[in-house]
């Protein structure tokens, strides 16, 4: 059997300096080179005649060079231009500053050429895709079928590494081993390995192309629900945690100082993360809940369950406006409780984080609420007992993991209000057990969105006014601090004295990342105290900032932000019982950015704005691969394979209720695999051993 982990210079074709070329795309193996999947397809089985095209299409044509030449432009720019043509009709190749191109083409070359039609005297094709035709016995690999597309780059051309794909792919396929148990495979209807991965490349018609992706896409989820699952259980079966036990005063106490009630929802996930916290199995646990939903006062009572446990406590946020706020907040709620909080973020005094380190670690700190500065080397706690993570889609896996190694399987509940659809939850999530507050707390009142262009501004600023002068605030948000050269955004720093001109009988705030950490608490406390009526801010105000009486939210430059932003920003209002305003200030250019204000006005239910986020950015940005800890999928997406994603994760739950550990034979090419995709570290499969 021929060895797949043989290296890809030893491939007829390749060389020396191609292969350096190949390493750069991360290929080393002939491995890696069968799992070089193509980006796109063409099908060369129906090439167009140039006279059949259609303006507005991808059209691939196959014709012969008649001229070319190149040009300066009225605005300076390169312009290569070349006429090709078949017996039925001409049309034109453009290039734009790319003057090498004339030196690639010869008359009465013959070519493919790929990309979108456009109509303007002629037919036109701006920088098309192009392969030169040889004459050759190569040319059958790219002519006369379905043609794979390579994610390459420039230096590599397709028509090349198609003629090594294929030597590849003859010579090395029959070795691939399957990976699947018989079972699994016929029950799903699958493909067998290798003619998938042949197909994948050399696909001999559209249908065994589909069942080919299929069957590679089943295999990927299948791996990553596989290793999530085997995560899940290692948690719920294999580690020792804190049980705690419900029962004591403080918690009691705490109820009783409360100025309200929890709604239903509250109470609801209280008594889960009880349920959770009274186990001897490390909780590990998210809680799903709308801006303004009240995360953090179920947060604090897991935190004193804690607490009242003898352990300590932890609550980690993304920025120091936020610590600082929780830190006041919950000091205050906590008055008379005889609690040492300790804040643990922004620019401390060596000596004075010092101190804090100390308390933490001798346990003196009963609470500690903190920035990243939680996770740093220098911080150890004597017996943490639960660790709360807010806002956690801030924070990255490292991120996360490291605060949970601050203490040998402490109880875990991260919070979010970027909720996610179920069956992704459970994808990204399936290790967790989910949480969801579904209703606000009541008196709210209701947040009207507007949407003005840029042209219209004094319109908004006049409703901020108003608001402003019958007692409420504002904040008006910017997409970045100062003002840059090339830019046209209006920099907070010289809106903020703008808006000063405008109405100089009230008192404007300016707010942004660059501050230090006494001066931006020193501004949001003016502005809690209503010494400030208008704050102008970056987006350091996204996430968390509660003040009730701030009713309007002014956002420049709205079409600049993303969608589960902006929704993040229209958070901050509507947290009192008036009416309140959010206003998006936006010119926008794309269709993105027009499909993201839209959502904006259509919905302002969470759950409908993070699948119109998901829709419109697409999983891969959406969840960010370095976000959510999972190794990167290649062929498999999400949203649109959901159908495969849960036959998939059926699969991977009644595999490891079987064989827990994966040992029996007919899984060990699948365990060999997962150990292969996985670090041991990231999906803690040191169990499968
Ligand atoms: P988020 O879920 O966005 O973190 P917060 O925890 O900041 O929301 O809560 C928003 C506001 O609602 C806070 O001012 C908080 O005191 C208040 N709040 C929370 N729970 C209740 C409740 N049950 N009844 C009334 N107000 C509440
Ligand atoms: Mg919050």
Redesign the pocket.
């Known amino acids: 059997m021929k060895d797949l982990s043989i290296s890809a210079r030893f491939i007829k074709g390749v060389g020396p300096s191609r292969f350096k070329l190949l390493n750069r795309l991360g290929i080393e193996t002939v491995e890696d080179l069968l799992y070089c999947l193509p980006r796109r397809y063409e099908d060369r089985t129906r090439i167009k005649q140039v006279s059949a095209v259609k303006p507005g299409n991808f059209e691939t044509v196959r014709a012969k060079v008649l001229t070319f030449g190149d040009r300066t432009t009225r605005k300076g720019m390169n312009l290569f231009q070349m006429a090709v043509g078949d017996s039925t009709g001409v049309i034109h190749a453009v290039w734009f500053n790319q003057p090498y191109m004339k030196d690639r083409f010869k008359i009465g070359q013959e070519l493919i050429l790929y990309g979108k039609v456009e109509k303007y005297l002629y037919l036109q094709i701006n920088n098309p895709e192009y392969e030169i035709l040889t004459g050759t016995k190569e040319d059958s690999i790219s002519m006369g079928r379905i043609v794979p597309v390579y994610p390459l780059t420039e230096s590599l051309n397709q028509r090349w590494f198609r003629n090594i794909m294929k030597t590849v792919v003859d010579e090395y396929v029959g070795n691939i081993q399957e990976i699947l148990p018989y079972n699994i495979r016929k029950r799903n209807n699958l493909m067998v390995l290798k003619e998938a991965v042949r197909n994948i490349h050399f696909p001999v018609s559209d249908i065994v192309l589909k069942r080919a992706r299929e069957r590679l896409v089943f295999d990927e989820f299948l791996l990553l629900q596989t290793g999530i699952a085997l995560k899940r259980a290692r948690i719920k079966i294999d580690l020792n945690g804190y049980p705690h036990g419900l029962e004591g005063d403080l918690i009691d106490k705490f109820k009783q100082n ?6 239903k929802s ?1 109470a609801k996930v209280i008594r889960e993360i009880e349920e959770d916290m009274k186990r001897p199995r490390p909780m590990n646990r998210l809680l799903q ?11 604090l009572h897991a935190l004193l369950l804690t607490v009242q446990n003898g352990y300590q406590g932890a609550l980690m946020v993304p920025t120091e406006i936020l610590a600082d706020q929780h830190y006041k ?1 919950i000091k205050s709620m906590l008055d008379g409780l005889g609690l040492r909080i300790v804040q643990l973020s922004g620019d401390l005094k060596p000596q004075e984080r010092a101190r804090r380190r100390h308390m933490i670690e001798i346990g003196q700190a009963n609470l500690v609420i903190g920035t990243h500065a939680l996770i740093q080397e220098g911080v150890s706690f004597k017996n943490l007992g639960l660790a709360v993570i ?2 956690q889609h801030k924070f990255g896996v490292i991120q996360r993991s490291l605060l949970k190694s601050k203490s040998t399987n402490p109880d875990i509940l991260v ?1 979010t ?1 970027t909720p996610i659809p179920r069956t992704l939850a459970l994808t990204l999530y399936g290790d967790m057990d989910v949480s969801i ?1 579904d209703e ?5 009142g209701s947040v009207k969105t507007l949407y003005f262009e840029s042209a219209n501004h004094g319109r908004a600023y006049s409703i901020a006014y108003e608001q402003v002068k019958i007692g409420r605030q504002a904040y008006v948000v910017y997409p970045i601090i100062e003002e840059s050269e090339r830019s046209d955004l209006r920099a907070a720093v010289k809106m903020s004295k703008e808006i000063s001109k405008m109405f100089p009988d009230l008192k404007i705030g300016l707010l942004h990342g660059k501050m230090k950490s006494d001066e931006k608490e020193k501004i949001m406390s003016d502005f809690r105290n209503k010494a400030i009526d208008i704050l102008a801010s970056t987006i350091v105000i996204e996430v ?1 900032v ?1 003040v ?1 009486n701030a009713s309007t939210m002014i956002v420049e430059h709205a079409d600049r932000f993303g969608l589960s932003q902006l929704h993040q920003l229209r ?1 901050r209002i509507g ?1 009192g019982r008036f009416l309140s305003y959010c206003i998006l200030m936006a010119d926008p250019k794309t269709n993105d950015a027009r499909d993201r204000i839209k959502a904006m006005l259509n919905t302002q239910d969470g759950f409908r704005i993070a699948e119109e986020d998901l829709e419109i950015r697409g999983p891969g940005e959406f969840f960010g691969t370095r976000q959510s800890g999972l190794p990167e999928l290649k062929i498999g997406n999400i949203v649109r394979d959901k159908g495969i994603l849960e036959k998939a994760r059926e699969e991977a739950s009644e595999l490891i209720k079987k064989d827990r550990f994966l040992r029996s034979p007919e899984n060990r090419f699948l365990r060999a695999e997962l150990k292969k995709k996985f670090s041991a570290r990231d999906l803690e499969l040191t169990a499968v051993g």
């Open positions: 409360l100025p309200f009630e929890f709604t509250q809940g709308d801006v303004g939903s009240g995360k953090t006062i179920v947060a907040n807010d806002e919070m209000a507050i606000l707390p009541p008196g709210r968390g509660d009730p958070g947290r």
